[in-house]
């Protein structure tokens, strides 16, 4: 007969359990109807941990940043491509759903419109805008936020298949209407060490009295032609990992 585990705050139960991965079950607000998978056309929205780049930081430190705050919601994108308007979460293109939280801030706060409208402005064929949307029924709405809000954090052009750089892209997002995730700074050099960057991403929330979840860095002066014009990292809080909120 085999003994019985002592179950202690911090004992490692995976293999008594046999769990292998834990994936969180997906809010209904957020789940809806796939019609296929993230759009080839564009880029997925994860960006790189600072604990990665480790080799390449000293490179890193010879350019220019701007600070902004990884929000703690869900990611999304918005599309026109062909001349289609279309909604992904972080992995799949999603039927129109007026129960969906992507898709009812999408018509709530009428973006196909904006989108085509600065199209047309600006003689794009495609475009795509990623943000993390927040709010109601998102990670238990730690910005205390009544209703739905997207923050918007890159654009993108689907036909070139590159980003737009920074500075323009947040210019541009106001002229639509829309918000960008909170700036920390707008021009900056990376601290000495990985240490202290990390260190760099605690503090707390521009959106709500909380610890902010981490920052994302956007270079601004590296070679164009690199990542398709977009050189960026996330440098997560560590206090918001071990869930020091208060």
């Known amino acids: 007969m085999k003994q019985l585990l002592e179950i202690k705050p911090g004992v490692d139960v995976t293999e008594v359990l046999g769990v292998i991965k834990y994936i969180p079950q997906i809010p209904a607000c957020l789940s809806g109807t796939a019609l296929g998978g993230f759009p080839s056309h564009s880029i997925k929205t994860d960006e790189e941990r600072i604990q990665n780049l480790i080799d390449v930081y000293e490179e890193y430190k010879q350019y220019t940043w701007i600070a902004t705050e990884k929000l703690d919601g869900s990611s999304d994108t918005y599309f026109v491509y062909e001349d289609k308007f279309g909604v992904s979460s972080r992995n799949l293109t999603l039927k129109e759903n007026d129960k969906n939280s992507f898709w009812k801030f999408a018509r709530d706060n009428d973006v196909e419109e904006k989108m085509r409208d600065y199209m047309e402005a600006c003689k794009l064929d495609a475009l795509t805008l990623q943000g993390?949307?927040?709010?109601?029924?998102?990670?238990?709405?730690?910005?205390?936020?009544?209703?739905?809000?997207?923050?918007?954090?890159?654009?993108?052009?689907?036909?070139?298949?590159?980003?737009?750089?920074?500075?323009?892209?947040?210019?541009?997002?106001?002229?639509?209407?829309?918000?960008?995730?909170?700036?920390?700074?707008?021009?900056?050099?990376?601290?000495?060490?990985?240490?202290?960057?990390?260190?760099?991403?605690?503090?707390?929330?521009?959106?709500?009295?909380?610890?902010?979840?981490?920052?994302?860095?956007?270079?601004?002066?590296?070679?164009?032609?690199?990542?398709?014009?977009?050189?960026?990292?996330?440098?997560?809080?560590?206090?918001?990992i071990l869930k020091h909120n208060e």
């Not at 500075?167 to 050099?189: A, N, Y």
């Not at 920052?215 to 809080?237: C, E, N, T």
């Open 132 to 240: 993390e949307l927040i709010g109601n029924g998102i990670q238990k709405n730690k910005y205390k936020l009544d209703g739905l809000d997207v923050r918007f954090f890159r654009m993108f052009d689907p036909t070139k298949y590159e980003f737009f750089d920074y500075p323009t892209f947040i210019e541009d997002i106001k002229k639509m209407g829309l918000k960008t995730v909170p700036i920390i700074c707008e021009s900056m050099k990376l601290p000495d060490t990985v240490e202290e960057c990390i260190a760099f991403a605690d503090g707390r929330s521009q959106l709500y009295d909380t610890a902010r979840e981490g920052v994302v860095f956007v270079a601004l002066d590296a070679p164009i032609d690199r990542y398709q014009g977009r050189l960026s990292f996330k440098a997560l809080s560590n206090k918001f």
